[in-house]
């Protein structure tokens, strides 16, 4: 196998297109100096450990000040009406992050929205399509490509079967949802916790074991803005927009909320099949992941007990189409975001979904704010329609 395989895995027979061999020194250079630089980014509280990287982030920190009061105007505009935040007449809840790379956004949107959707409400999903090739408007459906609306909205789509829209601009995407889905009562964004152009009534913002990272923004750290946050108004009321954070690992903080992940006991293949993870015993299989941190979800397999091998770590988002897979190796595991595009070429593979648990506290905070800003769209002017 070629690729990254951490602590999990050997060479084995998934294989992607090498061009390793052929890389030049600017390349690796170029490798070498980005490793050296996420460093120190997860460097939590200072610099890191690598000297390199930190030398690199100390170099680019007047660049994370320009970035930083790029950022502050840009608030500052939307605060203060220069800029339009413009508002749905439904309650939108935004599920986001101020980390680069990913921390677990789109498996808790999933949770939330069959959490409302257990309590009667009708949700629909909103969302950029991160890695998609096209920019306008769709709304994603039965026949809908990855390559068009991106892999977390068809994911969302097919697993929550609700109305998902993605677009550029998540006002345009909410206004076409709505319009063709009138009935929806609360809207939920995957990801987009800075764009401000949506007012929103509840923010949810997402960390993972990095925490902050060194606290420094882009391009000297991994923060998009500055943390603690400043909070937008909102534009019915002028208070607040609220924000709850959310801790997929590591240590919580006393005003942050813990997100239990694990890994269902079955996997599924393109047909519905599903099959116990437990009856393959001691059976070799090999494992493929383009997600943020493959190694977790390779580590996950083998705390069900899984006897794997031989693992490939991809980028995140990473296309499947010239994947070469040796099925006398073993059968194939991989996550429900991979199998969203994996199954197009390789319909035998086993996808193991992630299983979110929300805390009851948590989720008792969520359904006071949509309570509260149900009864605000009511008293607005423009209301909002109900089933």
Not at 65 to 71: K, S
Not at 91 to 102: A, D, E, K, L, R
Not at 305 to 313: D, I
């Amino acid at each position: 196998m070629t690729g990254n395989s951490g602590n999990c895995g050997t060479s084995g027979d998934i294989r992607a297109q090498d061009t390793s061999s052929k890389r030049g020194l600017r390349p690796w250079l170029t490798e070498v100096f980005a490793l050296a630089l996420l460093s120190a980014w997860n460097g939590q509280g200072g610099w890191g450990q690598n000297k390199l990287g930190q030398l690199l982030a100390l170099a680019l920190l007047p660049l994370s000040w320009v970035f930083a009061g790029i950022v502050a105007i840009r608030r500052a505009l939307y605060q203060h009406g220069f800029y339009k935040q413009e508002a749905l007449p439904v309650p939108v809840i935004v599920v986001g992050n101020v980390m680069v790379g990913g921390v677990g956004k789109t498996p808790i949107t999933m949770a939330l929205v069959n959490h409302f959707k257990a309590q009667g409400f009708s949700v629909g999903v909103l969302s950029r399509g991160y890695g998609r090739k096209t920019s306008r408007t769709l709304a994603v459906s039965t026949t809908s490509q990855s390559s068009d609306v991106g892999d977390e909205p068809l994911l969302i789509f097919r697993s929550c079967q609700v109305p998902v829209f993605v677009g550029s601009s998540r006002v345009d995407a909410g206004h076409a949802l709505l319009a063709l889905h009138p009935d929806v009562q609360v809207l939920v964004c995957d990801d987009g916790l800075q764009h401000w152009q949506l007012a929103r009534d509840l923010d949810l913002c997402v960390f993972d074991e990095r925490g902050l990272g060194n606290g420094h923004l882009l391009p000297a750290g991994p923060l998009r803005e500055a943390w603690p946050r400043k909070a937008l108004r909102r534009t019915t009321s002028g208070q607040d927009v609220p924000c709850l954070v959310l801790k997929t690992a590591g240590l919580s903080g006393p005003h942050e909320f813990a997100v239990q992940r694990n890994l269902a006991d079955f996997a599924m293949q393109a047909n519905g099949t599903q099959r116990p993870l437990r009856s393959w015993g001691q059976t070799p299989v090999q494992a493929l992941a383009g997600i943020a941190k493959p190694e977790k979800f390779f580590a996950m397999l083998l705390e069900q007990g899984m006897n794997v091998p031989n693992t490939l770590a991809l980028a995140d988002h990473a296309d499947f189409e010239h994947l070469n897979i040796d099925a006398s190796q073993g059968d194939v595991f991989c996550t429900e975001k991979d199998a969203v595009k994996l199954w197009a070429y390789h319909p035998q593979a086993w996808a193991v979904p992630l299983q979110i648990t929300l805390t009851t506290e948590l989720l008792d905070a969520i359904d006071l704010h949509l309570a509260a800003a149900q009864h605000a769209k009511l008293s607005s002017p423009h209301g909002y329609q109900t089933a």
